[in-house]
T-cell receptor, first 115, second 115 residues
């Protein structure tokens, strides 16, 4: 069964540095998402992406964040200048294909640690 | 605003007992309600879902009920087993006209099944 994949699994960075988190959504899906989960808390929506543009974003997704689909397979989340409070697990998800178009399938996550 | 309340936050049962987790959503436009199981350090995995045109759905030991009028939905696990131990998240989708949706998660229920 196809799965969403993410790299790296763990990223450690210094405050103020830029990070890029990478995702490969399921190949026939149309909609792509980023969520984050601070340790011990709920999963929070960041952004959705469709037809090469952002379709919806949350208050968390400020000017420090950007998303891109640089080619036909990858979907990236960039944080320009990381803050301590950006430390979290970041999940990519995709939906919009096959028998279950509503269902969002999650990747394994990237644990971002900002020091 | 968009919100999903989930109770209880922790649930401890003996193997073989039933477990019930309840959620309430705020946005009446929500039309799809997935449940995710998350084991420690792993991705959220869809275990069952229900759409707003259905009142109940069952898959082996797992069932979900939906009361649209009251904006309540519940997860029922029967004959619990130790491998059911995990954090369970309910979610409600906010649909958009472009065909994509946004998941609003509950705070999660940590279920512990004791042998």
């Amino acid at each position: 069964e196809p799965e969403v994949t993410q790299t790296p699994s763990h990223q450690v960075t210094q405050m103020g540095q830029e990070v890029i988190l990478r995702c490969v959504p399921i190949s026939n899906h149309l909609y792509f998402y980023w969520y984050r989960q601070i340790l011990g808390q709920k999963v929070e929506f960041l952004v959705s992406f469709y037809n090469n543009e952002i379709s919806e974003k949350s208050e968390i997704f400020d000017d420090q964040f950007s998303v891109e689909r640089p080619d036909g397979s990858n979907f990236t989340l960039k944080i320009r200048s990381t803050k301590l409070e950006d430390s979290a697990m970041y999940f990519c998800a995709s939906s919009g294909g096959g028998e279950r178009p509503d269902t969002q399938y999650f990747g394994p996550g990237t644990r971002l640690t900002v020091l | 605003g968009e919100n999903v309340e989930q109770h209880p936050s922790t649930l401890s049962v003996q193997e073989g007992d039933s477990a019930v987790i309840k959620c309430t959503y705020s946005d009446s436009a929500s039309n799809y309600f997935p449940w995710y199981k998350q084991e420690l350090g792993k991705r959220p995995q869809l275990i069952i879902d229900i759409r707003s045109n259905v009142g109940e759905k069952k898959d082996q030991r797992i069932a979900v009920t939906l009361n649209k009028t009251a904006k309540h939905f519940s997860l029922h696990i029967t004959e619990t087993q130790p491998e059911d131990s995990a954090v369970y998240f309910c979610a409600a989708t906010i649909p958009f006209s472009g065909g994509y949706n946004k998941l609003i998660f509950g705070a999660g229920t940590r279920l512990a099944v004791h042998p």
